[in-house]
C-alpha cells in the first residue's frame, strides 16, 4: 500500500510562502491521482488540492484558488505543494495522498504530515 512522506513544513509570516514535498517509494505511485489536505486544529481533514495521473488535471479548494499550486514528478515519485501569500487561516497539518480521482476517496496510508503554522 501506498505510504507517503511529506517534507517542507514551518513557521513563516503572513504573505509569506513554503514548499511542501511529498515522496513515496512505490512505483504506484505513478499510476494514481494524488491530493493534499489539511488539518487544522479541531477542524476535519480537509481536501487543499489535487491532480491527475499525468498532472494535466488540477482542481483546488476555493480557498486556496489562485494562491497554491500543485505538481508531481512521476519520474521521482515525488508531489510538491507551492504555497503562497500564505494565510492565518492556512496554519494546519498538511497530508498527502492517493485518491479515486471521481469520488475523492483515499487510496493509500495517512503519513505523519508536516506542520505549516502562519503567524506574525
Known amino acids: 500500500q501506498l505510504r507517503f512522506v511529506e517534507s517542507g513544513g514551518g513557521l513563516v509570516q503572513p504573505g509569506g510562502s513554503l514548499r511542501l514535498s511529498c515522496a513515496d517509494s512505490?512505483?504506484?505511485?505513478?499510476?494514481?491521482?494524488l491530493a493534499w489536505f489539511r488539518q487544522a486544529p479541531g477542524k476535519e481533514r480537509e481536501l487543499v488540492a489535487r491532480l491527475t495521473i499525468f498532472g494535466d488535471t488540477t482542481d483546488y479548494a476555493d480557498a486556496v484558488k489562485g494562491r497554491f499550486a500543485i505538481s508531481r514528478d512521476n519520474t521521482k515519485y515525488t508531489m510538491h505543494l507551492q504555497m503562497n501569500d500564505l494565510k492565518p487561516e492556512d496554519t494546519g497539518t498538511y497530508f498527502c495522498?492517493?485518491?479515486?480521482?471521481?469520488?475523492?476517496?483515499?487510496?493509500?496510508?495517512w503519513g505523519q504530515g508536516v506542520q505549516v503554522t502562519v503567524s506574525s
Open positions: 512505490d512505483p504506484a505511485f505513478a499510476r494514481t491521482a
Open positions: 495522498n492517493a485518491i479515486y480521482w471521481a469520488n475523492r476517496k483515499i487510496r493509500g496510508s
